[in-house]
């Protein structure tokens, strides 16, 4: 009895489906941080970024900005976040790489500044801060 776990991605529904190339799959978040959440899928089962192919990483770039194209016409966001959560201590929950394309848009947050670094709240308001002074060893 085979007890290998079924990839979401590798099953998803002709109807998840929004755009597709012959690499990579464009469907919708089905737990969305904001309206057209969006996210970018290579065919091909791998786990890590890192693993994928020059075609593939080309591939997903190009139908990411397809993606935003659409959405620009669709919703007028302001911006976006692009995010790739590489590994579990990193919030992969699906165990094959997938890149978020998320809309944002003007007062969706109290405070944008800082971005992605509101992953760690402590460390996410930075503009008050003196800048941490980086060492590096002298060559001899």
């Not at 992953?119 to 060559?139: G, H, L, M, N, R």
Request: aromatic share 8%.
């Amino acid at each position: 009895m085979d007890k290998t776990p079924v990839c979401t991605y590798c099953t998803l529904s002709e109807s998840r489906i929004i755009d597709h190339s012959p690499l990579t799959l464009v469907i919708r978040d089905v737990f969305p941080v904001s309206p057209g959440h969006t996210l970018i899928i290579p065919r091909r089962h791998v786990d890590s970024y890192f693993d994928l192919t020059d075609q593939e990483r080309e591939d997903m770039t190009f139908m990411m900005m397809r993606a935003k194209n659409a959405i620009k016409t669709e919703l007028s966001p302001q911006a976006f976040n692009i995010g790739i959560n590489e590994g579990f201590a990193a919030g992969q929950t699906v165990a094959h790489i997938n890149m978020h394309l998320i809309p944002r848009f003007k007062g969706d947050v109290p405070e944008p500044r800082g971005g992605i670094r509101w992953i760690f709240p402590d460390k996410a308001v930075f503009w008050d801060k003196k800048p941490t002074t980086v060492t590096t060893t002298e060559k001899k």
